[in-house]
């Protein structure tokens, strides 16, 4: 064999070993810019670039971080889903940018058959649901009934719905504040009241009659609690 046709059989193998061999291809993974079987290297950010942190949990003592950084969590723990680095440079200093705890049912005193107080938390404002009879109405016990709890600033004609201390942390009140009660054709029978920290986070009826002692009153519908908390996100919920 002549040494031209040696060498053009050398080319060939050349070409086709080239054609054989991937093409090189490129990732970045975060701010890292890496070749497939080769080298990376990370890329500086500019200062005004946000950043964002996935993880699971609360962030809350557990990650450190710059003010400004957000963290999400995947696992939506107590239906928290996204943070926001508010204060410090250490790992505390979190609160929830966007979170939901969905409709909680509430420990209730003095209700009548099914009644509920449902209690919901949408980032940092509170609000309560009451229900459980028919039409959506909400009852009381009879004044002396099974699971009636009077409230002694006026045994006759106030009663616990929710009793002392029971509003859990993290949807409780800084303040303490008041609405009406209706019967259903929205007849006033009274007042709702809702202790903030200084009054026991506890929540109350104020007939403005005293609470009958031989009949049950089932038709109550009541205006809507809702306010604002500086409590931090709850770690557990009711």
């Known amino acids: 064999m002549s040494n031209l046709e040696e060498f053009a059989q050398a080319v060939g193998r050349d070409v086709k070993a080239l054609n054989q061999k991937p093409s090189p291809q490129l990732t970045l993974t975060g701010n890292t810019l890496g070749i497939v079987g080769g080298n990376t290297v990370t890329i500086p950010l500019a200062e005004n670039v946000s950043h964002e942190i996935r993880g699971t949990g609360s962030p809350e003592g557990r990650i450190t971080a710059e003010i400004g950084t957000t963290y999400v969590d995947v696992n939506v723990t107590n239906g928290a889903l996204k943070w926001i680095k508010e204060s410090g440079n250490g790992n505390t200093g979190w609160r929830v940018l966007i979170g939901d705890t969905g409709w909680r049912t509430l420990n209730t005193v003095s209700k009548l058959g099914n009644s ?22 909400f009852g009381i016990v009879r004044r002396g009934g099974q699971g009636y709890f009077e409230q002694a600033s006026d045994g006759e004609r106030n009663c616990f719905v929710v009793y002392r201390d029971s509003i859990p942390t993290g949807f409780r009140s800084s303040s303490s504040l008041i609405g009406n009660i209706y019967n259903d054709n929205g007849i006033v029978y009274g007042t709702w009241y809702l202790g903030g920290y200084e009054d026991s986070n506890h929540l109350r009826f104020q007939f403005l009659n005293p609470v009958p002692t031989n009949k049950d009153i089932g038709d109550i519908r009541a ?13 557990t919920l009711p």
């Open 116 to 137: 509920f107080v449902k209690i919901r938390r949408v980032n940092n404002l509170v609000l309560y649901q009451f229900g459980g009879l028919q039409w959506g109405w």
């Open 223 to 235: 205006s809507a609690i809702s306010y604002l908390t500086d409590e931090a996100w709850p770690t």
